[in-house]
């Protein structure tokens, strides 16, 4: 059918362009797209399954598209050629909630490189939080279950960073900071 | 039907370089050709033994150059030499930034407001202008070795008929004529046939390949160039001009 | 046409006592040298005696260029200089030093692969290169000048694209710790001096000729394509610092610092470094900027662009244009420079009333580059700047110097990281004047010596970060634990390896270090992450071979061992490899001289080796392993006393790297209680006859 055709490129297009430009596509707002082609008004009623069954079909037809999901079951869409797995998963962290985002990211950090992150990257692109935003966030870490191991550390200059003692101890994410923040700049 | 005719009169007579005989001037053989043709054959060169060549069709592409991208990283004169030549020779090469990499395009004597990396850092890259007719190099060349290439119509050298005289060095404004001294001839920038290797090379983008467009009113010479053109040419260039 | 491709073809060799200028013919004498510290070396062992001194007329400089140099090999600009060492403690020794720039590319079109400069001339001259011609000229109109006053006047006499290379007053002073500088801003350290006591005060290169590729075209732009797209920044770190889209990693200790919104700030117009996809190989450039690294953010705003060596792409030095500057000190708006050369201002002071990373510091370091880089000051790899913050907040200075000299400094201004200090300090050093400067320009080693400071002080302190023989350390256990430690023993100066360190913080997850270290040095015990050492194993002895061979290799291909190898790339569909054959590649294409990546490393070990006999030649004793290959104590201590092999510390332990060193001699073939080469260690390089020459002092196991 045509215009079922029209309706897969038409999604297919903006799930490229928008990851082209760094961006995450929710189901709303393809949805939403859709409406103002005024490419659904053929369609009735059951808007959102036929939208669903779209979907599958443009991921199943297209290898490069991926579904990932946030926590409170949202589903996103992206294509690798323009954006990673991991760069997908901050865009979901960060629209969904900046405490989430913090945490996941120092604890992926803490444990794969190891590494712990500079507060200050929080504040710039892509993660792009306010400082109060940031602030707030520093109030439920070390507290309540969920966020007990997110902590501080910091260097001899006074930068602070976050690590997720999951993954490191204290002394280990004090040495690293260090290293990052002024070992290596003395060792260029 | 009486144009038609002559058009394919003087089709058939241009043709046939034995007749010098022909009863009309450059200018309006031009006219009635639309103008269109890649290069003139003078048609009443008396005692010459070929026509000479100009070069009147434009290119159709160009490279130009942004110089605050610059970085002074010379890849592009080794692109163009190695790719194209087999050797490392930025003396050679058909784009030219050594010779203004340290102190810019007007050298030491520029005073305190001087470009390259001993001034303000500005690197500019000198870049062919595929120039339009009249072509300075090509014109003074006595053998018409340089001649236009489709597809990217660039004025080249043509190895078959360069005999290293240099003349062509001396007639460019901007001293973009180069010399292969392993092969005693001239060379020059060829546009790569459409993907100039320079354009490929350059790390932080500072070059681009776009449509050709007139740049020989808008970069200051270099030199006053030597311009001397041949009577046969000399010939060419008062009957196509003539009123 | 010459058999091979990428050598020019001729070394030349000038007699600055006689005055005579003659050629040698590079492959015919030095083939199975490459090049760079090859054709050193070989010199060296060959010409100059043991005994001699870095000043006498005897010693000789070799400015050392590779088969690569001046080619479109990405990475080549570097030129290798090898001498006797006049930092070099308690007795000189053979080392060499590199600058970038333009030089090296410039020799090899004018048609050389070497300079050697021999004998001491009988007045200030400079020796002028072109193309075929080379003049000895007098230079006693320059002598006296800085580093930059020179060069312009040498380009004026020999034109705008002339490459020079000059030392200023330290060198003229003979002053050890003095460098000679091409291109503005690439300095050889330590070489300064030696110039200095040869009266030659620069070296001036135009050359209009080529180098040939001997390979196929097609196949040689190939593999420079492949070269370039296993490229990452600076010092090959292939991941971002701040997550980009189109990466799967990222690390904030890494120097790949473009990303959207950082720009070129004093660029006219400005440019966004932006997001450098991988495989965009147009904006490689864009990547790196070490003013950002070291300076942090206040630096964008004041960049203008990176810049670098010939042929490329990753610009590694960063030119600033800080207006204030002209206005504050007097000196020009515009400077550039990388890493230690770049914070060579900033690094002599304890505190700035901004901070480390504020206005103040950045224009400490123009003011510091400003200064050295036409004084010709060395500052050592940072250990002058260590050195002197230790002496002076300790009271050596106070003690050691006379009270009218140490008034005269004003103290004030250096306690509160005031810049225009370095106006009072830097000059004095490059002129000997008075006690402080005289005994801080001399190196660690003998400075230590003349103030009665026992090495033992600087051998137990963690934080000056000094090795041995007067020279610090340069990646070592910091880095890459017993590895590091291991190459750091092997030198006479600072250990100038990087093949080690641009691995380890290339800035992948650890578990992709270790999967890729599994291919290259055989198992994935070869790395431990940072900070989480394990003890010694074969893996880490043979990538520390691996390391110093590669150096050594780089250093005579005329490929920059800041960058290279390049056995990690951004390349996810890569698996993040690079490729570890690059420079046999590269190598066999340009020369038509085919050596796989086994061969030309034995070569680079045949080097090596012979640097090693040099060392054993001058030292006068077999005996490496206790009397040159020392680890000083702090490697075996932690400011918190942890333990060695615990998580948070680099603290390395004795057991283990005695354990370190004898694998480590195992892999070299040599004898383990000396580690000296064996007879059949020497034998199997090639090196048959210097085997032959030591075993006749007694100097082979």
Redesign the interface.
């Known amino acids: 059918m045509e215009h079922q055709e029209a309706i897969g490129i038409s999604i297919l297009n903006m799930i490229h362009n928008r990851?082209a430009s760094?961006c995450l596509v929710r189901a709303q707002e393809i949805l939403t797209e859709l409406k103002g082609q005024g490419l659904l008004e053929s369609v009735g009623i059951e808007l959102e399954t036929h939208l669903k069954t779209m979907l599958k079909q443009v991921l199943e037809k297209n290898q490069d598209i991926q579904e990932i999901f946030g926590r409170k079951e949202v589903s996103y869409y992206y294509s690798v050629r323009?954006?990673?797995?991991?760069?997908a998963g901050?865009l979901v962290w960060k629209s969904e909630d900046p405490l989430w985002l913090i945490a996941e990211v120092v604890r992926e950090?803490s444990k794969?490189?190891?590494?712990p992150?500079?507060v200050v990257?929080f504040r710039?692109?892509?993660?792009d939080l306010t400082l109060e935003t940031i602030l707030e966030c520093f109030k439920a870490f070390g507290e309540g279950r969920e966020y007990q191991d997110i902590c501080q550390t910091i260097t001899s200059?006074g930068t602070i960073f976050l690590y997720s003692s999951l993954h490191?101890?204290s002394?280990?994410?004090?040495?690293?900071a260090e290293?990052?923040d002024v070992?290596?700049?003395?060792?260029? | 039907m009486g144009s038609d005719n002559r058009r394919h009169e003087v089709l058939a007579q241009t043709l046939d370089l034995t007749d010098a005989s022909l009863s009309f001037s450059r200018r309006e053989f031009l006219l009635i050709t639309g103008g269109m043709i890649v290069a003139v054959s003078a048609l009443e060169a008396k005692g010459a033994k070929e026509a000479p060549l100009i070069i009147m069709d434009q290119a159709g592409g160009l490279v130009i150059s942004d110089s605050?991208?610059?970085?002074?990283?010379?890849?592009c004169e080794?692109?163009c030499?190695?790719?194209?030549?087999?050797?490392?020779?930025?003396?050679?090469a058909r784009i030219k930034i050594?010779?203004n990499?340290?102190?810019g395009p007007k050298?030491?004597y520029a005073g305190q407001h001087s470009e390259g990396?001993?001034?303000?850092?500005l690197v500019i890259q000198d870049l062919c202008k595929q120039c339009p007719h009249p072509v300075p190099c090509a014109n003074a060349c006595p053998n018409d070795a340089i001649v236009v290439r489709p597809p990217t119509n660039a004025r080249v050298v043509d190895l078959n008929k360069c005999i290293g005289c240099k003349m062509c060095q001396r007639a460019c404004p901007w001293e973009m004529m180069s010399f292969d001294?392993?092969t005693n001839k001239a060379t020059k920038c060829f546009l790569c046939d459409g993907s100039p290797k320079c354009v490929?090379?350059?790390?932080?983008?500072a070059l681009a390949y776009v449509a050709w467009r007139d740049l020989t009113d808008s970069v200051p010479p270099r030199v006053v160039p030597t311009a001397i053109v041949s009577p046969e040419k000399a010939q060419t260039c008062n009957e196509c001009h003539k009123k | 046409m010459g058999k091979y491709g990428g050598w020019a073809g001729k070394v030349l060799r000038v007699d600055l006592s006689t005055g005579k200028i003659s050629t040698e013919g590079t492959t015919e004498k030095y083939k199975d040298f490459l090049g760079g510290t090859g054709i050193g070396y070989k010199v060296i062992w060959d010409e100059v005696p043991a005994g001699t001194k870095p000043f006498d007329p005897a010693n000789k400089i070799v400015y050392g260029v590779g088969p690569l140099a001046?080619?479109?090999a990405p990475c080549n600009g570097r030129t290798a200089i090898t001498t006797l060492w006049p930092t070099c403690w308690p007795s000189p020794l053979v080392a060499s030093g590199h600058m970038g720039g333009?030089f090296a590319?410039e020799l090899?079109?004018a048609g050389y692969d070497a300079i050697i400069i021999e004998g001491r001339a009988d007045h200030p001259v400079w020796l002028s290169v072109s193309d075929g011609k080379v003049e000895i000229k007098d230079a006693r109109r320059l002598w006296g000048q800085g580093i930059r006053m020179t060069t312009?006047e040498i380009?004026?006499l020999m034109g705008?694209?002339a490459s020079v290379a000059a030392i200023g007053q330290a060198g003229e002073n003979l002053v050890p710790m003095s460098v000679v500088i091409n291109?503005?801003s690439h300095s050889a350290g330590g070489v300064g001096g030696v110039m200095g006591s040869k009266n030659l005060k620069a070296i001036g290169v135009r050359g209009?000729?080529?180098?040939?590729?001997a390979g196929n075209?097609?196949e040689?732009?190939k593999v420079?394509k492949l070269h370039l797209s296993i490229l990452g920044a600076n010092n090959q770190n292939v991941v971002p610092n701040?997550?980009?889209?189109?990466?799967?990693?990222y690390?904030?200790?890494s120097r790949w610092v473009a990303?959207?919104?950082r720009r070129w700030g004093a660029?006219?117009?400005s440019?966004d470094t932006g997001?450098c996809e991988p495989h965009n190989?147009?904006?490689?450039?864009?990547r790196t900027n070490n003013a950002a690294?070291?300076l942090g953010d206040k630096a964008w705003q004041y960049t203008?662009?990176?810049?670098?060596c010939?042929?490329?792409?990753i610009?590694c030095h960063t030119?600033l244009?800080v207006p204030a500057v002209s206005v504050k000190y007097g000196i020009p708006a515009?400077g550039?420079n990388t890493?230690?050369g770049l914070?060579f201002g900033r690094s002599f002071f304890k505190t700035f009333p901004d901070?480390?990373?504020g206005q103040t510091a950045i224009e400490a370091c123009m003011v510091g580059m400003h200064l050295a880089d036409d004084l010709g000051v060395w500052d050592n790899y940072?250990q002058l700047q260590r050195d002197f913050q230790e002496l002076y907040y300790n009271g050596v200075f106070n003690s050691k110097v006379r009270e009218k000299e140490f008034k005269g400094y004003s103290w004030d201004k250096y306690e509160q990281g005031d810049p225009t200090f370095l106006f009072e300090l830097l000059p004095k050093i490059a002129n000997r004047e008075g006690e402080l400067a005289t005994a801080l320009g001399l190196g660690t080693g003998y400075l230590l010596e003349r103030w009665g400071i026992p090495e033992q002080q600087w051998l137990e302190n963690h934080e000056l970060?000094y090795w041995k023989q007067g020279h610090p350390k340069h990646?070592s256990n910091?880095?890459a634990g017993q590895c590091g430690v291991i190459i750091n023993t092997q030198y006479n100066r600072d250990a100038q390896c990087h093949s080690h360190s641009n691995f380890t913080?290339n800035?992948l997850?650890?578990?992709v270090q270790k999967r890729l270290a599994a291919e290259l040095w055989g198992s994935s015990d070869a790395v431990d992450?940072?900070?989480?050492f394990k003890p010694m194993n074969v893996y880490k002895a043979r990538m520390a071979k691996w390391s110093i061979l590669r150096k050594e290799l780089h250093d005579c291909l005329s490929l920059c061992n800041w960058m290279g190898p390049w056995v990690a790339s951004p390349l996810?569909e890569r698996g993040y490899r690079g490729d570890d054959s690059i420079e046999s590649l590269l190598y066999s294409l340009a020369t038509g001289d085919q050596m796989s990546r086994q061969e030309l490393d034995k070569i680079a070990e045949r080097i090596f080796v012979l640097q090693r006999a040099l060392t054993i030649r001058d030292m006068g004793t077999k005996d490496m392993r206790t009397k040159h290959d020392t680890i000083p104590d702090w490697v075996f201590t932690d400011p918190?006393d942890?333990d060695a092999f615990?998580?948070?510390?680099?603290r390395m332990d004795k057991e283990d790297i005695k354990l370190a060193m004898d694998t480590y001699y195992e892999e070299m073939a040599w004898d383990k209680e000396t580690g000296s080469p064996t007879a059949a260690a020497y034998r199997e390089l090639g090196l048959g006859n210097v085997a032959h020459e030591l075993a006749k002092k007694g100097l082979v196991p």
């Open positions: 990851s760094g323009s954006m990673t797995e991991a760069y901050i950090s794969v490189y190891p590494s992150v500079p990257s710039e692109p892509p993660f200059t490191l101890d002394d280990y994410a004090a040495m690293l290293w990052i070992g290596q700049a003395d060792n260029p | 605050t991208k610059c970085v002074g990283c010379r890849r080794l692109a030499t190695e790719y194209n030549d087999g050797k490392a020779s930025p003396t050679m050594s010779r990499l340290n102190f050298g030491l990396n001993w001034g303000n850092g001294s392993d490929e090379a350059c790390p932080s983008g | 001046g080619t479109g333009q590319a090899k079109y312009v380009n004026q705008p694209e291109s503005y209009t000729g080529s180098v040939r590729i075209k097609e040689w732009e420079v701040v997550p980009q889209s189109w990466a799967e990693h690390n904030p200790g990303s959207a919104g660029a006219d117009p440019i997001s190989l147009n904006r490689i450039a864009y690294f070291f203008v662009r990176g810049n670098g010939t042929a490329c792409p610009r030119m244009k515009v550039q890493c230690v914070l901070g480390p990373k940072g970060l990646h910091e880095d913080r800035g997850p650890i578990e992450a940072v900070g989480a996810k918190k942890k615990s998580k948070g510390t680099i």
